[in-house]
């Protein structure tokens, strides 16, 4: 119990105890900011704080900073899910829990991290139409990642007063867990603000609902045993 209930006090102190006060979807909102990618997500804190950490815990300063990239940002809920999990399993499993985000180690958050970086500066009308309703029809695109992982990429078309694809589009990410399998048991996640414009990039800000940052919670844990149990 007084485990636990360090545990808790730790995450307490990882995370702003008002993450839960996301924002809904929102639409595109001003497009400019005068400052690059990792810039842009210091100056968001309540959202990106944690996020921005491990940019730089994952050695991916550099690419923020001066590659042309394209990142699907998850909000810090994100992450703040994934840490209360992955503690729990690591208890329950033996293993020394996550005191800090620097006790992930660097190759684990970067492998994860990637997954929503892209190269390229594409804006939400640079993607094809995706229907989850009629994937054969409207499948969006499958594109790599920074790390090529195959991603799925499309925008949903919206009705509007009963006129089938007239209304706004709302972007979407999707992870393919079984390439044998591509239309099936997929991850996504939605994006609630798209098209903000770095001096590098572009950034489409994850919906809340975005449960466990890097999209596979068992794969994240395997990799987090795997690094313990060989000293890394």
Not at 95 to 101: E, G, H, M, V
Not at 202 to 229: A, C, P, R, W
Request: with cysteine; aromatic share 16%; glycine share 6%.
């Amino acid at each position: 119990m007084r485990m636990i209930l360090f545990s808790t006090l730790i995450l307490m102190s990882l995370f702003a105890c008002k993450k839960d006060e996301y924002y809904q979807d929102s639409g595109t909102q001003d497009p400019h900011f005068n400052g690059n990618t990792l810039v842009y997500l210091d100056a968001v804190p309540f959202f990106f704080d944690s996020l921005a950490q491990i940019v730089r815990l994952s050695g991916m300063e550099d690419v923020f900073t001066k590659d042309t990239l394209t990142f699907f940002a998850p909000t810090d809920r994100s992450i703040k899910n994934l840490v209360e999990l992955m503690n729990d399993n690591l208890y329950m499993y033996g293993y020394d829990t996550i005191k800090t985000l620097s006790d992930v180690p660097q190759v684990v958050w970067q492998k994860y991290l990637q997954r929503y970086m892209f190269h390229g500066a594409n804006q939400l009308k640079d993607y094809p139409q995706i229907d989850f309703s009629l994937k054969s029809i409207y499948p969006g695109q499958d594109y790599l990642s920074w790390n090529n992982t195959t991603m799925n990429i499309g925008a949903i078309y919206t009705d509007d007063n009963g006129v089938k694809y007239v209304g706004y589009r709302q972007l979407t990410i999707s992870y393919i867990p079984d390439l044998t399998y591509p239309y099936d048991n997929w991850n996504t996640a939605m994006v609630s603000s798209s098209n903000i414009l770095t001096d590098n990039g572009v950034v489409h800000t994850l919906d809340k609902d975005h449960n466990y940052f890097g999209f596979d919670i068992d794969n994240f844990l395997s990799d987090m045993i795997s690094v313990m149990q060989t000293g890394g």
